[in-house]
C-alpha cells in the first residue's frame, strides 16, 4: 500500500491525456478506460446501490484507519484513469492526496450499468489486479450477482468467491471480518 507515485515526463502521453480527462468541461467525472475517454454518469438506482454498500462498511472503517470513497485511481504506465464507484482507502493517504493507484486501497468496488457492464466485468477486473488491488467486489446489477476477487496477479485474480445471486450474505475477509448483506442490491 505505499508504492511510490508515477512520476510523468513532461512529453509523455499519459501525461497529456489524464491531465487532459481532468479538465473537461460539462462533465463532474470522468475516467480513462484502455485510451477511451468516458464520462460517468450513474443513475440514482446505482448510486443507492453504491451507498447501501458504503453505509455496510462505514462501522469498520474507523478502527481500520480508512475511508471510503469514489476518488481518482491512476493506473500509471497505462492509458487508464478509473474511478471507481467504490474505494476503501488509508486516511493518511487521502488527506491532500490527488489519484491513489489500486494497491494502495483495501477494497475497489464496481457496480456495473447497461452502459458499462463488461468494462467492469472484464477490463477492470483485469486491470485492478494487475496493478495490485488486494480486493474487488463486482456488484453485477444486470446479472443481479456479487463476486469477490482476491490475490492479485498479473494474470489477473487467483481467488474467485461468486457470483452469488443478490440475497446471499457475503463475507469480505480481514481486515474487515464483515458479512454484506446483499439482499437490496
Given at each position: 500500500?505505499?508504492?511510490?507515485?508515477?512520476?510523468?515526463?513532461?512529453?509523455?502521453?499519459?501525461?497529456?491525456?489524464?491531465?487532459?480527462?481532468?479538465?473537461?468541461r460539462?462533465?463532474d467525472?470522468?475516467q480513462v478506460?484502455?485510451?477511451?475517454?468516458?464520462p460517468?454518469s450513474p443513475?440514482?438506482?446505482?448510486?443507492r446501490?453504491?451507498?447501501?454498500?458504503r453505509q455496510?462498511l462505514t462501522?469498520?472503517?474507523?478502527?481500520?484507519?480508512?475511508?471510503?470513497?469514489?476518488?481518482?485511481?491512476?493506473?500509471?504506465?497505462?492509458p487508464?484513469?478509473?474511478v471507481?464507484?467504490?474505494?476503501v482507502?488509508?486516511?493518511?493517504?487521502?488527506?491532500?492526496?490527488?489519484?491513489?493507484?489500486?494497491?494502495?486501497?483495501?477494497?475497489?468496488?464496481?457496480v456495473?450499468?447497461e452502459?458499462?457492464?463488461?468494462?467492469?466485468?472484464i477490463?477492470?477486473r483485469?486491470r485492478?489486479a494487475?496493478?495490485g488491488?488486494?480486493?474487488?467486489?463486482?456488484?453485477?446489477?444486470?446479472?443481479?450477482?456479487?463476486?469477490?476477487?482476491s490475490?492479485?496477479g498479473?494474470?489477473?485474480?487467483?481467488k474467485?468467491d461468486?457470483?452469488?445471486?443478490?440475497g446471499?450474505?457475503l463475507?469480505?475477509?480481514?481486515?474487515?471480518g464483515?458479512?454484506?448483506?446483499?439482499?437490496?442490491?
Amino acid at each position: 500500500m505505499n508504492a511510490p507515485s508515477h512520476v510523468y515526463a513532461p512529453d509523455d502521453p499519459e501525461t497529456a491525456l489524464k491531465y487532459a480527462v481532468q479538465r473537461i468541461r460539462g462533465f463532474d467525472r470522468v475516467q480513462v478506460v484502455e485510451g477511451l475517454i468516458e464520462p460517468l454518469s450513474p443513475s440514482w438506482d446505482h448510486e443507492r446501490t453504491a451507498a447501501r454498500l458504503r453505509q455496510q462498511l462505514t462501522p469498520v472503517l474507523p478502527a481500520l484507519g480508512c475511508m471510503a470513497g469514489s476518488g481518482d485511481l491512476d493506473l500509471a504506465g497505462s492509458p487508464n484513469w478509473f474511478v471507481p464507484d467504490l474505494a476503501v482507502v488509508p486516511r493518511e493517504l487521502a488527506k491532500g492526496g490527488g489519484a491513489l493507484v489500486p494497491d494502495q486501497t483495501l477494497l475497489v468496488v464496481e457496480v456495473t450499468s447497461e452502459s458499462n457492464g463488461d468494462t467492469d466485468r472484464i477490463v477492470k477486473r483485469r486491470r485492478y489486479a494487475e496493478y495490485g488491488a488486494p480486493l474487488f467486489l463486482l456488484v453485477d446489477r444486470q446479472q443481479r450477482t456479487c463476486t469477490l476477487s482476491s490475490a492479485p496477479g498479473n494474470l489477473g485474480y487467483t481467488k474467485v468467491d461468486g457470483p452469488h445471486p443478490f440475497g446471499t450474505p457475503l463475507p469480505l475477509p480481514e481486515p474487515f471480518g464483515l458479512e454484506l448483506d446483499t439482499s437490496d442490491f
